[in-house]
């Protein structure tokens, strides 16, 4: 009879704990603040964890990541020097760290180069880092138009991305299963703060006051309206007539000056990534200007619009820029630049 | 004493202007070699440059040995930077089977609204290795006979876009020499060189080399030499016209016997391609 009671105790223990968790008020609410990170707060109103999620991330994991994605090889957890993923590039070639777009909800590169003229940031072919983990698509729109099914699982993982990157945008090899969790790792501390979403006050009363009145549902919609959960890439087309540009575009050489400054020289400077250096010199600008109305990738429209291709016996290449990257009317800044210092 | 005064005080100008960070100027010269002569540029840290020259025969002889092309004179070298300021470097030369092997370290650099030069010293050895005939002495086969020295400073600036100029006191040291004829071991010489950019990938260049008198025995010429230059992403290509036959220092500055007046002109080329050893690749 008493084990019998003593089961019955248990038994209604357990229930007691299991509805007190249940109608729990969401305290952890209380707790968010401009430095916590979008992914505890949406987990939280019953987001379903992404597929690159790491249920364990480390100090040393994030470390390790950031070392490989800053120059390409770091110290696996053995202790041993890892080989370079790529001989050719790192991850920062094409891809800032921190913010670049003022607003988080649209992709202008107007606006972006403003932001990178201001915050000094260079102003690159690929997207930023920055919140990458909150974005639920990689390599998008016209990447698998074109690509097809060598992006189409990159699209949906944003592991596989790292991996189409480091073999076919970088030119090297694939990650090994430790690097590419160090990697995801790294990301994951790069991933949106909810102070970084430019919420209101209101907004952010409804997620610090836990209003158990609002659907978790709204306020999860409601906190990505703030950023763009993708990043489009449309491939934009060199003009029928290279001689006279985009048609209607006039350049403006200043903002022409920031574009080569901050996306030309930022690899074609002495020491960067590429021979073909980019100076400040006369004879630079007029060799771009002559080579302008060429059908070769010397021509800026040609180049920017279509990159160039790896191809056995010389590896690195050039990646062109989505439209989304650099406009139309950038490009034509760039070549009014160009034709003033050619003078 | 006041030579070296001002030496001194050029050089701590030189020091003063390092430390106000200013920026470097980089290409005073493309490549490694003017035409014969090394530039005062060297390899960036961890690259490997592969450098092929060829300088033909005399053009005198017209189409018989098609200007010169059937004799061919080849020197094969590379060069790595061990460092971003200092090259090391080896070649062999069909002419007199000669092994060189120089050292190349920049002293300082030309900054833009600072030092107006960059200088680069250099040092190499050579050594012939082919047999001596019966007219030659007995002692000159001797290994420690064979062996040639050359200290070179040059020192460059880049004018303007287009011009860039190079000088360069140099000492070529012969172990040994022909006691027969009035000759020293030690042989000074000025050279003088300039690079003058046509477009951003095409450019002139000249080299010429001043022995000062008294040095070499009658029949031994200035060494001269005029080239275009094609560069190209990691391939640069050098074709030049010059007297000398040889693509060292000893030989060129030293045993030029051929007359640019008595059509005694070589046609030649430098082909070099660079490769990323260490670090990397770009």
């Known amino acids: ?343 | 004493m006041k030579l070296k005064t001002a030496i001194l005080m050029l050089l701590l100008m030189g020091s003063l202007v390092f430390a106000q960070e200013k920026e470097l100027v980089n290409g005073i010269f493309r490549g490694s070699r003017i035409i014969n002569s090394h530039s005062l540029e060297t390899q960036r840290a961890g690259e490997f440059e592969f450098i092929l020259s060829h300088r033909f025969g005399t053009i005198e002889n017209g189409i018989s040995d098609l200007f010169g092309l059937d004799v061919a004179r080849m020197r094969m070298g590379f060069a790595y930077g061990a460092t971003s300021w200092l090259t090391l470097g080896v070649g062999r030369s069909t002419f007199e089977k000669t092994y060189d092997g120089y050292v190349k370290a920049r002293i300082l650099r030309q900054k833009k609204g600072g030092l107006p030069f960059s200088m680069t010293y250099l040092g190499s050895t050579a050594i012939r290795t082919q047999a001596f005939g019966p007219q030659d002495s007995i002692a000159a086969s001797k290994f420690t006979n064979r062996l040639f020295y050359t200290h070179q400073i040059m020192i460059g600036s880049k004018i303007s876009d287009r011009l860039s100029i190079q000088i360069m006191p140099t000492l070529v040291h012969r172990n040994f020499i022909d006691s027969r004829e009035e000759e020293t071991n030690d042989v000074f010489a000025i050279g003088g060189a300039m690079r003058f950019r046509l477009t951003k990938t095409l450019a002139l260049s000249g080299e010429y080399y001043y022995v000062l008198p008294g040095q070499l025995r009658d029949g031994f010429v200035n060494s001269a030499a005029i080239g275009i230059e094609i560069s190209t992403n990691g391939h640069d290509f050098q074709i030049e016209l010059t007297n000398s036959q040889g693509m060292q220092e000893k030989i060129f500055i030293t045993e030029t016997t051929s007359r640019w007046s008595d059509m005694g002109i070589r046609m030649g080329f430098n082909l070099s391609r660079k490769f990323k050893a260490r670090g990397k690749w770009f």
């Not at chain 1, 260079?122 to 698998?144: C, K, M």
């Not at chain 1, 074609?268 to 630079?284: F, R």
Request: charged residues 25%; contains cysteine.
């Open chain 1, 1 to 343: 009879m008493v084990l019998r009671n003593k089961w019955i105790w248990s038994l209604l223990t357990i229930i007691c704990c299991i509805v007190v968790m249940a109608f729990k008020p969401v305290s952890k609410l209380k707790k968010w603040d401009a430095e916590t990170p979008i992914h505890e707060v949406l987990f939280a109103l019953g987001e379903e964890k992404p597929k690159h999620f790491l249920k364990k991330m480390t100090p040393e994991m994030v470390e390790r990541g950031k070392e490989i994605i800053l120059t390409g090889q770091t110290t696996s957890p053995k202790g041993k020097k890892s080989s370079r993923v790529s001989k050719y590039y790192q991850c920062t070639t094409c891809h800032n760290l921190v913010q670049e777009d003022p607003d988080l909800t649209k992709r202008d590169p107007e606006l972006r180069l403003d932001y990178a003229i201001k915050n000094k940031l260079p102003f690159l072919q690929a997207t930023t880092f920055h919140g990458i983990v909150n974005r639920e698509s990689w390599y998008n729109d016209d990447y698998v138009k074109k690509y097809g099914d060598l992006v189409r699982k990159a699209n949906q993982s944003l592991e596989e991305s790292i991996q189409l990157c480091a073999t076919e945008c970088a030119q090297g090899r694939l990650l090994k299963g430790w690097e590419l969790e160090a990697v995801t790792a790294y990301f994951w501390s790069l991933g949106f703060k909810l102070g970084e979403l430019g919420l209101t006050d209101q907004e952010m009363g409804q997620l610090v006051e836990g209003n158990e009145a609002a659907d978790p549902e709204e306020l999860r919609a409601m906190l990505k309206s703030k950023y763009m959960l993708k990043s489009p890439a449309h491939f934009g087309d060199a003009p029928p007539n290279k001689e006279k540009g985009y048609e209607g575009l006039t350049g403006n050489p200043e903002r022409g000056k920031h574009i080569y400054e901050l996306s030309c020289q930022y690899c074609h400077k002495e020491g960067g990534v590429s021979w073909y250096t980019l100076d400040d010199n006369k004879l630079t600008f007029k060799e771009l200007l002559r080579n302008i109305p060429k059908e070769k990738h010397f021509s800026l429209y040609q180049i920017i619009r279509y990159g160039t291709y790896a191809v056995p016996g010389h590896r690195p290449y050039m990646p062109h820029y989505p439209i989304e990257r650099m406009s139309n009317q950038q490009v034509e800044d760039l070549r009014s630049y160009i034709v003033q210092e050619a003078k």
